[in-house]
């Protein structure tokens, strides 16, 4: 049959196989997008040059390695969280310290140090100072000793190291392995907020849509420890003007930490603190792990198949 309509070319390309081999599963997803986009070309009525122009775009966003400010800026990774909070309340283990998007932004392998660490090495004066500190506990409330606090930030700019150039290797990124009580603390600055890049393929989308692209001041971290849930998550710096209206939908309740004053830099000396300054207390609760890959300290890319 060479000559057809549409609906007999959408059939055809979604039964279309050479063998048994293949998964039944792409197949299937594949087919519901290909309908999905045929359907929309055609109550839009959407020109071939329209068509080419988005794959033209496509090609730019995925060159820039731009892919992963679409899939936030769009909702997507803020659903896959809604998502397996869903399941863990379905499955009656939903406690402990609240998820957050990754974002596209993490590297994995930051240095390593023992339960404190200056985050803002080489970034001296660029902000106001800050002290987080807190402990890694399980849901139970007991301590998590040997966790590992990996937290990373944007520079005074809103950039992240190693995405942007001009930036030393692993700048503003560290991990932190807690003391036998699960005890952690850095010295930073608190960041400003994050901004998609101008002139970008990511920004001519958002500006088509009427949308701004900035997410409220936040610090990552990915938090893991022996036989506990890896968790993904932020926290962010209280008083940002984009808090309720985060371009990636990331923002969550509990996770708007308070700034209060320590009046004494005693005992923070070896974080080279020498007067009264801003301290945030946080503790992380984590989850049992069910298996070992839950427990798995890596990036959504790391643990995504392929
Ligand atoms: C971020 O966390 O900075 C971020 C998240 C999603 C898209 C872009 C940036
Ligand atoms: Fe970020």
Redesign the pocket.
Known sequence: MAEMNAAQLLELVNSRRVGEDGNERVRAITARIVGDLFRTIDEFDVKPEEFWAAVKWLTRLGQADMIGLITAGLGFDRLLDIREDEADLAAARAAGTARAIE?P?YVPGAPLSRNEVRLDTGNEDKGTPFVMEGQVLGTDGQPVPHAVVDV???NEFGR?SHFDPSQPEYNLRRRIETDELGRYRFRSFLPPG?AIPPDSPVSELFDLLSRHGN?PA?I?FLVSGEGKRALTT?VNIPGDTYLDDDFAFATRDGLVVELEQAESAAGYESLGMSAPFTRIRFDFRLQDAANEREALAASRYETAHG
């Open positions: 974002g932004l990373w930030h944007c992240y994050y997410r936040h990552h932020q």
